[in-house]
């Protein structure tokens, strides 16, 4: 079945999103607006009094070198705004497609279940209130499901053609708002009122409305205004070095220097970066409730895993009969067939059809009554004329053979015990009282699995699986993935606990779940994804909600997450590198009349102080757009070591912006000054 993206945004160079983002670039000018990027806000401060002083002809500088100076600072901050633009842009582009399944509907409010329904506006209902939604109807609001049992198109959401079935109880109650009920008919109990609901919730975060920055963001910001105020004490100091050596440096001159000096690349990517990682889960159908997740995703050192249906396909799988001493394999495979006629499950179907490949064929057509398989009793079976035929798990065999006087034999009992240590599931198969044999069930681990865990553990990401299997079952199964450890027979307590242990321990644990069960675990992780077809409680207490329901997903998110901080330390990395590489480059061209021995350290032989100054601030603004599209796509994540991370930043990033100021500033020098322009 193919998947088609729901929330899909426009690409990198599409022309409304350009245009949108050039608009918003100029009325991100707003000194309200400006202030939330310190850096950016001080370069605005700059261009201004460059205005003011290519206005009123203020300084020793040549005017239409100050005038330009002025023209590019404002383009260095118009291509910082342009950049927080395009992420929001695309942001905006894919709350869109969420915003048009919010179209008003006439809802069916009950006053009690069974009363006759009132149609009212969806945007009347309050939550608590009762609906019945029938087939064809949309869903008017995010709700519980109280009554009844229908398929429901999710595809406005999910990108998923298949209907999903939601039903009262259980793990899959929960429903959505704007989507529809495609048969029966439900009774939904209203969770969350018109504009509060999950998608509400959703857009406001994807526009990035309700977007704080995370204390990584926060951090950082404070490390880029620590560097601006000594960069002040650094620029501040030159005019006074300069009057001591007997030469005057235009005021204009030493603006344009600060500005260049200060991290203006990294401060103008900031927000754009933080916004993008937002936007790559988005992406992924997988919705953040805040920056704060994504950013802890790249953190995570350990992942909780469920078994079934991440690790395992989940349907194990009959794999062969081991008959009881004295008993024939062909009357094993015989009453394995005629147990599991009534069993309905995926394994059930397995067995009868591997025993039809086994050649028995024939005895459906004998007289019984089918005993189906139930999740209390955990057996099931046919009543012949001539006995009783069960099937089931080891102790509910055990406890139907004891209520009739018998008991399994040490023989069956080794053959569960030997199928348990090769990570299989044994079913044991009973006539009367009298144990036949068992039945190989083998969990099937998905290919490919074990590569993937070890490439999270090359990335410094423990594996842990999440089993309710038995301590036998669960060690053979983590060995054949190749997980760091796991946990057997778990209880949502027992998942608390360890997340608690290991959080002591000061790891940073995500994991995934859908139940009611899994709520108190999803909280107290630090990265929670909720499936989307759980329960309300585990969507609540989640802070990541994957719109797929699909548990592997979670590797993904930690991806995701990891790429985010690899953006930021690398674009910081190579804004940092920048900064030190013009420093170096344009200050001896500035002394280099008073210093003629700074002349060994003018390598760049830049034409002229003014052509000096105004190529590094020509360079400055450029490199912001250059970079705009590595920050919205993210550096590619490969998994490796915190030590082999640093030295690829260092040597691409740290190396590239030593250099490459150099080389750019040089060139736009050579322009500039075959121009004329200084």
Request: proline share 5%; charged share 20%; glycine share 10%.
């Amino acid at each position: 079945m193919t998947k088609h993206p729901p929330l899909a945004g426009p690409g990198l160079f599409d022309p409304a999103l350009l245009s949108h983002a050039a608009r918003d670039a100029v009325l991100k000018l707003d000194p309200r607006r400006l202030a939330k990027s310190p850096v950016i806000f001080v370069t605005a401060i700059i261009a201004l009094l460059a205005s003011v002083y290519a206005a009123f002809g203020i300084g020793d500088a040549p005017a239409p070198l100050i005038v330009q100076i002025a023209a590019w600072l404002w383009a260095t901050v118009l291509f910082a705004n342009f950049a927080e633009a395009m992420a929001e842009g695309r942001g905006k582009a894919r709350a869109d497609s969420l915003r048009a399944t919010q179209a008003e509907t006439m809802a069916k409010r009950l006053a009690h279940p069974g009363a006759p329904p009132e149609p009212v506006s969806s945007r009347s209902l309050h939550k608590g209130d009762l609906v019945r939604i029938d087939a064809g109807d949309t869903i008017p609001a995010d709700g519980e499901v109280v009554e009844g049992v229908a398929s429901v198109d999710e595809s406005a959401i999910t990108g998923e053609s298949a209907p999903v079935i939601r039903e009262e109880g259980g793990d899959r109650s929960a429903v959505t708002g704007g989507t529809r009920v495609v048969s029966d008919h439900l009774v939904v109990r209203v969770t969350q009122a018109p504009g509060e609901g999950f998608l509400d919730r959703m857009i406001a975060l994807v526009e990035g409305a309700d977007r704080r920055k995370t204390p990584n963001e926060v951090a950082l910001s404070l490390l880029l205004t620590g560097l601006t105020i000594i960069f002040v004490l650094v620029v501040v100091t030159l005019e006074p070095f300069a009057i001591f050596s007997g030469e005057t440096i235009p005021t204009a001159y030493l603006l344009a220097l600060f500005v260049t000096l200060i991290p203006t690349t990294i401060g103008g990517l900031l927000s754009a970066i933080g916004i993008a990682g937002m936007d790559r889960l988005v992406k992924e159908n997988v919705i953040a409730k805040s920056g704060r997740a994504v950013e802890a995703a790249g953190d995570v050192d350990t992942l909780l895993i469920d078994k079934t249906g991440t690790i395992t396909y989940g349907a194990r799988q009959a794999e062969t009969f081991y008959p009881a001493e004295g008993v024939e394999i062909e009357t094993l495979i015989r009453a394995a067939r005629l147990a599991s006629l009534g069993d309905e499950t995926a394994e059930g179907k397995s067995i009868v059809a591997l025993a039809e490949r086994m050649g028995m064929r024939g005895d459906a057509d004998r007289i019984g009554t089918l005993v189906p398989f139930t999740a209390e009793t955990r057996l099931s079976g046919i009543d012949l004329a001539d006995g009783r035929l069960r099937k089931g798990a080891t102790d509910a065999i055990a406890r139907w053979l004891a209520a009739d006087g018998g008991a399994l034999p040490d023989d069956v009992r080794d053959d569960v015990e030997r199928i348990a240590r090769a990570g299989g599931t044994p079913l044991v198969v009973a006539q009367d009282r009298r144990a036949l044999g068992t039945i190989y069930l083998k969990d099937v681990v998905k290919p490919g699995i074990k590569a993937r865990f070890a490439e999270l553990r090359a990335a410094g990401v423990r594996t842990v699986m999440i089993t309710g299997d038995n301590p036998l079952t669960a060690a053979a199964i983590a060995a054949e993935a190749g997980v760091d450890d796991y946990v057997a027979e778990a209880t949502p307590e027992k998942k608390l606990d360890y997340i608690r242990a290991t959080q002591a321990d000061g790891h940073l644990i995500a994991m995934c779940g859908d139940g009611s069960n899994d709520a108190p675990a999803l909280a107290q992780a630090d990265v929670g994804v909720a499936m989307n077809d759980g329960t309300p409680a585990a969507k609540e207490a989640a802070n990541l909600i994957d719109l797929d329901s699909d548990p592997t997903k979670l590797m993904r998110v930690v991806e995701v997450g990891k790429g985010l901080l690899i953006s930021r330390g690398a674009l910081t990395t190579f804004s940092l590198a920048n900064d030190v590489a013009k420093y170096f480059a344009i200050i001896p061209a500035l002394f280099l009349a008073a210093y003629p021995q700074l002349q060994a350290l003018n390598i760049m032989r830049l034409g002229s102080p003014g052509s000096a100054i105004l190529s590094a601030v020509i360079f400055n603004a450029v490199v912001i757009v250059v970079l705009i599209p590595l920050a919205l796509k993210g550096v590619a994540y490969r998994p490796m070591s915190a030590a082999a991370l640093l030295r690829r930043n260092l040597l691409i990033y740290g190396l590239g912006g030593l250099l490459v100021p150099f080389v750019g500033i040089k060139l736009i020098d050579m322009a500039v000054t075959a121009l004329g322009l200084a």
